[in-house]
């Protein structure tokens, strides 16, 4: 008997950008806008840069076809459209992100082990600026969650008001609305104890109350 086949994980953005494909994304700059106005720059790093490499390698795999919309144009712009193969892969992708997600290093887990390359008041000052970025996510996070779940009293009193990056008046299908809630629900379920966690070990540095082993200030 062979080995069973290995399954690949695709990179985060190049999930993404499968998904906005399959989804009715059409141009790179659209996906861009929609990464940007949906919030999923808060959950992941995703750079602009990142996603025509992602679209040029997904047209590479044959997961998604592209056309250029003007030959006599340099660079002709393009338009995609998911391919059968890559729906399939689309399919398989998100069961496994969903089932058995993939566990990510991240780099505060990183710095952490070697906060002792810093001075007290270098790591503070740092502990202090992710905190105070974490707020800013919370807020951004919690007011698309509020907006969505309130989005028909806004409708009537305020349909200026942005909720997954479009104005509600614009909100004509609500089919989406409760996978965009949850998109924005679990980051800020997320977000909220990472912050929680972050004041508790700020208030540990800064009383004393454990002993870590800074750097002695100059």
Known sequence: MGKPKTFSIL????????????????YGYEINQILEHRGYRSWVDIKMSSVYKALNELEKRGLISGRKLDKGLQPAKKTY?????????????????????????????LGMSAIWALTESEALNALRTYRDHLERAV??????????????????????????GLPVSEIDDRTNL???????????????????YLNKLIVRVETGEEKFPFRKEK
Do not use: C, H, W
């Open 11 to 26: 990179p985060p953005t190049y999930l993404a950008v499968l998904s906005l494909v399959g989804a009715g994304a059409k």
């Open 81 to 109: 459209v998911i391919t059968s193969k890559g729906r399939k892969e689309l399919k398989r992708q998100v069961t496994r992100s969903l089932s058995n997600p993939p566990q990510a290093n991240t780099m505060f887990d």
């Open 139 to 164: 807020g951004f996070l919690a007011a698309n969650v509020e907006g969505i779940v309130n989005i028909d009293e806004l409708a009537r009193t305020d349909p200026k008001r942005m909720v997954g």
């Open 178 to 196: 409760p996978i965009v809630r949850a998109l924005f629900e679990r980051p800020l379920t997320v977000v909220r104890a990472q912050r929680d």
